[in-house]
Structures are given as structure tokens and as C-alpha cells.
């Protein structure tokens, strides 16, 4: 049987279709491999091939753009939006544009080529994520922005061009659709419970237990009950709190755990998967304190969006969440 299940925030509807009984063993499974590249610009000693540094953790020389570091954070060579001139908006009739202003950094995540979130140490990726931090909260305060996103792509089936453990973040003068969803979604919900509707999953999927995952004292990491993707993850805080760069320290070292295990769990159960990570956090302009939580969104890349997604905006999911939940509960440990 199949089901027809809606987002509790984006009221989004998905097809979870049972009915295709694919089970997680079924996938046509891609696991990420490593190469080694003696050519790689992320590696240590390999500086002068990135653009200067915005900012780095450095455990000896404390010169910049040398080695002795432990992470770094560049522009990126490769910008899809650019950080210089002022935002200039502008309409054809219809259409309307402005020109690619913006702010397109790369978080190299550790000197060591082989590494990776799941492998390194919990205070290695607490650093990752302190970094992420400080640079949203550098950025914001240039007025053009109104928006930041987070992510990575690891592996080449998520988009990744090169292995070299990183993330990436750019900054937008625009709210993107898919957070406009989510605040739209979370705003309605606060007018009619007067609760934030983040909090209400958490609370409810944590006493519930068929798609919780782990937990720690501050995260809870749980299958979504309308997920798009086969074993979508998130981790949200248990506390309310609507911007991520307001995360206290203790509370990125207990995210650091989480996010270790639950790529663990993924690299155990999915056979180290390609994934595509993001960070959802609050609009920096409007105010969305009360309604709006910020989350982690883990996707590993198990199946291709096809044609009736793209015609519909509907998600045919073939793994329920419980199913997934149940997988990387069993994967822990
Ligand atoms: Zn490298
Ligand atoms: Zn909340
Ligand atoms: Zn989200």
C-alpha cells in the first residue's frame, strides 16, 4: 500500500510507496571512495592554491595561509555569486532580477585529505561547526544579506568536486524557497497552537519512538514523519532557538556527537553513502524568533529525482521512515 503523508511544517505532500517494498538492502548503493590527490588545493602545505584564508583554527605557525593549521575557511575560486558592489534590483516587465550579489565561502573541514565528518574527532567537527558560526555571524552583519545557507556535498553522486572533506556557505540577499516554506509553514502553525510546531515534533517523535534515532542532552537526531528521501535525517536542539549562530558552545560540542554518530550509523547500515547536509536557520530580517527552529538536514543519495517529481513537487519515497528510523537505531553503538 502506498501512503500519502503531509510535512507537519511545509504542509508538503509525499508519496511513501510501500507498495515498491524497496527495502534499504535494494538500493543501488554508491559508496564514497576517497582517492588519494597529490594535487588536492584542501591538503596542508597546498595553501598558496586556494585564495587567502577568512579565517582559520591553526594549532602552531600562527602566520596565515601556511600550514600548521587545523581547519580553514576561503572564498571560493568558483563563486556563484559574488561579494563585491552594491544590490542593484531591477525588472523586465514581468521578471524581475537583481545582480549576483552575495558571498560564496569554502569551510575546509581538516588538513588531512582521507578524513571525514564520520571519522573525525568529536571535537574536530565541534571546530566545524564553531567555524560555520562565526562566519554567519561576520557575514550578517553586511545589510545586503538576508540569508546564509550551509551545506555540503559529500561524495560525487551529491555534487562534491573535490574529496577533500568541506563545506560550503553562501550568503544571499534573498530568503530562499524551500526556508520561505519552512517559515511560512512554522508561522501559521504558531497562529493557530501558539507552539512552535519544531518543538511539538520533537516532543511528540521523542515519546512517540517509531522514527526517533538518538539523542543526546541537547539534540535529537529523528526520521521526518513526510520525508522526500529515502533515510532523511534531522537533528533539531531540544531547546527552542530559532538561530543557528546563537548555538552555545556546549551545544555544538553535543551537535558535533550527534551528527558523528548519526554518519556513522549511515556509513554502517547505507554502505558510507554520498549525502548532501544543510543547515535551516532563521531569516536574519524578519522576525521569527518565537515560531521558527533551527535544524540539521541530512539526505544520503540513494535514489534520483525523476520526472513525476519534477512535474508534481511530489516525492515518491520507497523506504517509510520508520523503516529508517528502525535501520539506524540498529546501527548505533
Ligand atoms: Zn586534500
Ligand atoms: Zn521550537
Ligand atoms: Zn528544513
Known sequence: MSELRKD??????????????????DFRLESVHIAPDPACPFCEGHEK??????????????????AGWELR????????????????????????????????????????????????????????????RERVLDLKQDRR????????????????????????????????????DEVDGARSHFASKERCVFCDIVRQETSDRR???AENADM????PYAPRFPFETWILPKRHQSLFEETPRHECGSLARLLGDILRRMNKALVSPPYNLLIHSAPFVEPSGDFYHWHVEIIPKLTKVAGFEWATGFYVNPTAPEEAAHVLREAGG
Open 145 to 180: 544579506f538576508r540569508y546564509i545557507i550551509i551545506f555540503k556535498n559529500h561524495g560525487v553522486a551529491a555534487g562534491a568536486s573535490l574529496d577533500h572533506s568541506h563545506s560550503q556557505l553562501i550568503a544571499l540577499p534573498i530568503v530562499p524557497r524551500e526556508v520561505r
Open 211 to 213: 522514527r526517533f534515532i
Open 73 to 132: 575557511v576561503v572564498p571560493n575560486q568558483f563563486p556563484v555569486l559574488r561579494v563585491e558592489g552594491g544590490l542593484d534590483r531591477q525588472g523586465e516587465g514581468l521578471f524581475d532580477k537583481m545582480n549576483g550579489i552575495g558571498a560564496h565561502e569554502v569551510i575546509i573541514e581538516t588538513p588531512r585529505h582521507e578524513e571525514t565528518l564520520a571519522t573525525m574527532s568529536d571535537a574536530a567537527v565541534e571546530q566545524v561547526l564553531w567555524a560555520f
Open 49 to 66: 592554491m586556494t585564495p587567502r584564508e577568512l579565517l582559520a583554527y591553526r594549532r602552531a605557525n600562527p602566520a596565515p595561509n601556511q
Open 220 to 223: 535529537v537526531a529523528l526520521a
Open 8 to 25: 507537519p511544517v511545509t504542509g508538503r505532500w509525499v508519496i511513501i510507496s510501500t507498495e515498491r517494498r524497496k527495502r534499504h538492502g
